[in-house]
């Protein structure tokens, strides 16, 4: 397991640069972090090439990807070089990626600045792109030199992207931390103490990562939400008008697999409820249509945890609890997205 620091880059930084001999260093930033991180972070570098890139997860491809190759080509990078993922979690996953795979693996540090990627994407070697329309489809397992976490980047965040990181940190609580879960549900988002929940799912993270650093077991609990999450999300990619950010996906995802497992008699009315309402009051509506459900569902077979044609969950089985390869129906999966579909008509 990589090292995680949490601390102002002024002092992780350099201290992390000194204690390494790099023959190269470039700087993978997209429009935002350009713009609102780089020149801070310019300022604590020495010579670096700057590798700029477009903003979003529609940009998470393979032709992205070539261009970063190019780049690291062009100058002349050899495997004794530094890459820098300076953003949030589509540079992190894919920045890292791109060095994993360069020369075979080069070394890479990443400095996440969204609360998504703070508090999950940077953290467990998870890297890789999206492929034709499937989310992370192409990846590999590749533990960071290191994650340099600076949590006043959270402050260039507009609250739509902190709402989105904040789902993660739910999940956190709801799989691995019963007390926690039931302090955040009683806060409101603009009330929550965002270095102390950074800390958390970091230490929550990281614990389940050294225990199964390739998901072969109970890595999977972090998937909780993420079956039909991803699905979702991945369906709303290709229909920008309805455009969902990961976070805003994932928990409409919480909400259908809790159902899911309510239904499957795992845990009680009382941890249902609070948790539909908790997650529903901070995210509000997304209006599902009868014509979305059998598109979301038949992504739900591309899904990494599935064996074979079955689809396979991690599912709460109670208070900062869950379960994991859990085989689940189509039947089943559609009952929890028409829960969600009754939650948004009230």
Not at 124 to 140: M, T
Not at 262 to 288: C, H, P, W
């Amino acid at each position: 397991m990589s090292t995680v620091t949490i601390a102002p880059l002024t002092e992780s930084l350099p201290a992390f640069l000194d204690s390494h001999d790099f023959s190269d260093m470039a700087v993978i930033a997209d429009n935002h972090t350009f713009r609102f991180c780089y020149p801070d972070l310019k300022a604590l570098l020495p010579k670096h090439t700057l590798i700029r890139i477009k903003s979003g997860e529609e940009q998470k491809h393979i032709a992205t990807c070539e261009l970063i190759w190019d780049a690291l080509t062009r100058a002349n990078f050899d495997r004794h070089a530094l890459v820098l993922n300076l953003g949030g979690g589509v540079i992190g996953d894919m920045g890292g990626f791109c060095a994993a795979t360069y020369k075979r693996g080069i070394a890479f540090a990443q400095l996440p600045t969204t609360l998504l990627a703070q508090v999950d994407a940077s953290v467990g070697g998870k890297l890789g792109i999206d492929f034709r329309g499937f989310k992370n489809h192409i990846g590999v397992f590749q533990q960071p030199d290191a994650v340099l976490i600076d949590p006043t980047f959270l402050a260039t965040l507009p609250e739509r992207e902190l709402r989105s990181g904040f789902a993660e940190v739910i999940k956190h609580c709801l799989i691995a931390d019963a007390v926690m879960w039931d302090e955040i549900r009683r806060r409101d988002l603009d009330e929550q103490d965002w270095p102390t929940l950074v800390a958390h799912s970091v230490a929550v993270k990281k614990r389940i990562v050294a225990e199964d650093p390739t998901e072969k077991g109970i890595r999977k609990i972090l998937n909780f939400g993420h079956t039909l999450g991803h699905a979702v999300e991945t369906y709303f990619l290709n229909q920008p008008r309805k455009r969902l950010l990961h976070g805003e996906a994932i928990a409409i995802g919480m909400i259908a697999e809790a159902f899911i497992a309510f239904q499957k008699k795992m845990f009680d009315q009382e941890l249902l409820s609070a948790t539909e309402e908790y997650i529903f009051s901070v995210y509000g509506n997304v209006r599902l249509s009868d014509e979305d459900i059998e598109p979301i569902l038949a992504l739900t077979l591309q899904d990494k945890k599935n064996r074979g044609n079955q689809i396979r969950m991690a599912l709460l089985d109670g208070p900062g609890s869950c379960a994991y390869d859990i085989p689940v129906t189509t039947a089943e999966m559609r009952k929890g997205l028409e829960f969600y579909r009754g939650l948004t008509k009230n």
